[in-house]
């Protein structure tokens, strides 16, 4: 499906201006709270750029010009972002995704996923997008006969520790199959070039801290963690097998935080796994306390301790993968992405609570099987190598995905875009359709999403079982 951004951006709150005025410092958004609504100023994404390094930013290229990428899972929390980096660097994206994990369009089944539609409000350029589910070989195949795809990166698993424990034949047939049958499409159409996301869950309970990439991995504590520590293992064979693969996986750590436009950021479709949602969910009252699974680790404060990394750091980290891929084949190379320092539970919640200016209730209930104690990178190796370095603080990761979750209480299923213009499409085919009223874009309130945030869409796609992260 493509999205072309050719409508003055306007997003939901803001004030339409005349014909051909622009926003560019500041954007307006809504942030509602009961009935009531006050407008937010937010940072638009040049605000992004200015937190970058000099040296970064004189670094940077436009690396994928002219390349084609295909981004599985790409309509999710770390898909979506990754998308806006990939598009700011040159690269034309083709993104898949089934909606497992993630909030699909409207019921009637017209354009993109309200996470990739407002990508593009971003960044200004479009993208193409397929309903897929990866099981599907068929479906993937014909994508990859109808486009020249250069490059992959990989993002679609289901994700969640504690489901893993408690489903893990789901788990192994989703994740590993899943990536069995993207590596056989990709080399029947001659695609070498991968960056895989792995995890940090691969070390299992470490046996020192900063974790390296030399650090023993296989002893993982969990199956989500096996289901990629088995991938990596299948990256190492083929990559040894046939010399034209040309192969990066990211361990990264624990991905928090937003775009600091607050237009797009993480919106969980099941129960809230992930820590910084729950707090959030918790400070605007919505969820009565945060539970903590185990005060009883040999940590500062008895709480687990791990490495948050902001989202857009790791997008960042994906695009420096793919243009060391451009640059160099070695094979296989495997990099930790994270910020190098360890924090606890209770120091991010008290992090957060002073960002936001909220209280957050919690209770420490015992420990949760597979889960580990300390964790937190080294990523000295990503900085020599990839040119990369994790840029953002830990108040920011907290500010960022606090003006996303104000800014949108009820995540991207209260607010599917007809703001621009839009060229939706059938199975990627690409038709036009105007949604405008008297010269500006439609801010109409959209259908909230069925139950657990699916559709069944009218091009008799139905989502299956292999989610995307």
Not at 83 to 109: H, K, M, R
Not at 191 to 214: A, D, K, M, R, W
Request: proline letters at 6%; charged letters at 20%; one cysteine or more.
């Amino acid at each position: 499906m493509l999205l072309r951004n050719t409508a003055q951006p306007q997003l939901p709150g803001q004030p339409p201006g005349p014909p051909g005025s622009t926003v560019d410092s500041t954007r307006w958004c809504n942030r509602r709270s009961g009935a009531a609504s006050e407008p937010w100023i937010v940072p638009a994404p040049d605000v992004l750029e200015r937190r970058r390094s000099k040296e970064w930013l004189e670094a940077r290229d436009m690396s994928g010009a002219g390349l084609t990428v295909l981004v599985t899972g790409g309509a999710g929390y770390i898909g979506s972002h990754c998308t806006v980096e990939l598009l700011q660097a040159g690269y034309a994206v083709i993104a898949l995704d089934n909606f497992v994990n993630s909030v699909p369009s409207a019921p009637s089944g017209s354009g993109l996923p309200p996470s990739l539609q407002r990508v593009q409000l971003i960044t200004g350029k479009e993208l193409t997008f397929y309903e897929c589910d990866l099981l599907d070989k068929t479906r993937l195949q014909q994508i990859f006969q109808e486009h020249k795809i250069d490059c992959v990166i990989h993002f679609a698993a289901i994700k969640a520790v504690g489901e893993s424990m408690q489903f893990p034949l789901l788990y192994y047939k989703n994740n590993l199959i899943a990536t069995i049958n993207l590596l056989e499409v990709m080399e029947a159409h001659n695609v070498y070039q991968l960056v895989f996301s792995s995890s940090c869950t691969v070390y299992g309970n470490p046996e020192s801290l900063p974790i390296t990439e030399s650090h023993p991995t296989g002893d993982v504590t969990n199956v989500y963690g096996r289901t990629k520590h088995f991938i990596e293992g299948m990256l190492k064979d083929i990559s040894a097998a046939n010399s034209k693969w040309n192969i990066i996986a990211l361990r990264y750590f624990n991905p928090v935080g937003a775009h600091p436009t607050g237009l797009i950021g993480e919106d969980p479709t099941k129960e809230f796994t992930n820590i910084m949602p729950y707090m959030a969910q918790v400070a605007m009252g919505n969820k009565p306390h945060l539970t903590i699974f185990g005060g009883d680790y040999d940590t500062v404060d008895g709480t687990g301790v791990r490495d948050y990394i902001h989202v857009m750091d790791l997008a960042s980290g994906h695009v420096a993968a793919l243009s060391k891929l451009h640059k160099d084949h070695q094979r296989i190379r495997i990099y930790n992405l994270g910020t190098g320092k360890g924090v606890s539970v209770l120091q991010l919640l008290k992090i957060f609570e002073a960002v936001t200016d909220t209280e957050i209730p919690f209770k420490i209930c015992s420990r949760r099987d597979g889960d580990i104690v300390s964790m937190y990178a080294n990523a000295s190796l990503a900085e020599k190598e990839l040119g990369w370095k994790s840029q953002f603080t830990l108040p920011q990761m907290c500010k960022d995905f606090w003006r996303w979750q104000t800014m949108n209480p009820d995540g991207y299923r209260s607010s599917v875009e007809n703001s621009v213009s839009r060229k939706a499409s059938q199975n990627g085919h690409t038709v036009t359709e105007h949604l405008k009223k008297n010269g500006h874009s439609d801010n109409s309130v959209p259908a909230k999403s069925s139950q657990n945030g699916h559709h069944q869409h009218t091009n008799g796609k139905i989502p299956m079982g292999n989610g995307h992260s």
